[in-house]
């Protein structure tokens, strides 16, 4: 079963693998509820949990879901409701389709949505790489702007990233907010309407992004121009290396933490050849990475599904 938005590159890559292997796959987004999708799901009389999900053109018995690839779904919408019965329909949707969801028997989650949430907190994913041994940047976290200036004064060279990726336009166009640097007199009185994340920035030669897929670990170096490559791929140049043992034990211990099978790490490389950590996505793009190296990402992640829980 994959769980995504119908737009979903990575998804589309190991749905394409499993279907070579003539793994039969059930793919549908939230949004497709209720108007193309229903779902059944009885639980008691000793049978634990038990019923159908419908698509528009599949349906799956619940009980013999080996696998869930939880990716990136659309909200659940309901166009023809207004106000607090759209709030209502939209939580009973959340709690009873997303907690049947949740709750599927032997099922490998890849990964399962409540540990995708707590490990999207940047606070608990910086505090968790500190506790393992990884090196971090200093880094604050605040809405206080006399705060804000004094850390950039202290650490001369400090960045500003979003806590959470959110949607955002400006005059109607979908703009992406980067990490970059900031300085002490751009802070000004609307750091104190919400919280901000500051970070040192970190000397580097390169940045290093390492995929997980259950036991597969891929390494990849980039190597931009820029302090957030994500900015252009275009200049971007890919080197795979080997994952070395000490940070591959680490990325391990971080992921048992989280109760994750798989992620996306970055690292950036400081001029002491010392990894630093930078964060952890849960449910990382990888699929953009899979030509220009040539790794087998797409198969990794779909041996993992066709395997299910061992």
């Known amino acids: 079963m994959v769980v995504t938005q119908a737009d979903d590159m990575t998804a589309d890559l190991v749905i394409a693998e499993l279907h070579y292997r003539n793994v039969p796959v059930v793919r549908f987004d939230a949004a497709d509820f209720p108007r193309d999708l229903t779902m059944s799901a009885e639980i008691g009389d000793g049978c634990g949990l038990s019923g159908q999900l419908t698509t528009a053109t599949r349906e799956a018995d619940l009980s013999a879901v080996r696998s869930l ?20 329909a939209t939580l009973q949707a959340r709690y009873g ?14 990964n399962h949505p409540h540990a995708i949430a707590d490990a999207e907190f940047k606070p608990a994913q910086l505090s968790t790489a500190i506790a393992l041994g990884f090196d971090v940047p200093p880094t604050l976290i605040t809405n206080d702007p006399d ?13 500003y990233k979003p806590l959470r990726s959110a949607e955002y336009e400006i005059d109607g166009t979908a703009v ?23 970070q040192r920035v970190v000397p580097k030669k390169w940045d290093l992004r390492i995929t997980v897929a259950g036991g597969a670990m891929f390494a990849v170096r980039i190597h931009s121009p820029l302090l957030d490559w994500r900015h252009d791929y275009e200049q971007i140049e890919y080197r795979v290396m080997q994952v070395p043992d000490k940070i591959a034990d680490k990325i391990h211990l971080y992921l048992n933490h989280f109760r994750l099978v798989s992620g996306c790490f970055d690292f950036a490389i400081d001029t002491d050849d010392r990894p630093v950590f930078l964060e952890c996505n849960p449910n990382g793009q990888w699929a953009w990475m899979q030509a220009p190296t040539e790794l087998p990402m797409a198969t990794a992640f779909a041996d993992l599904l066709e395997k299910g829980r061992s």
């Open 69 to 88: 690839y939880y990716r990136r779904p659309s909200g659940f919408a309901f166009p023809g409701l207004d106000g607090q019965d759209s709030r209502f």
């Open 97 to 110: 389709l997303g907690g049947v969801l949740a709750s599927l028997p032997d099922c490998l989650y890849v």
């Open 147 to 159: 705060k804000a200036r004094r850390f950039i004064n202290d650490h001369r060279r400090v960045v």
């Open 176 to 198: 992406t907010v980067w990490t970059q640097e900031v300085s002490a007199d751009e802070i000004d009185n609307r750091v104190a309407g919400t919280m901000h994340l500051f």
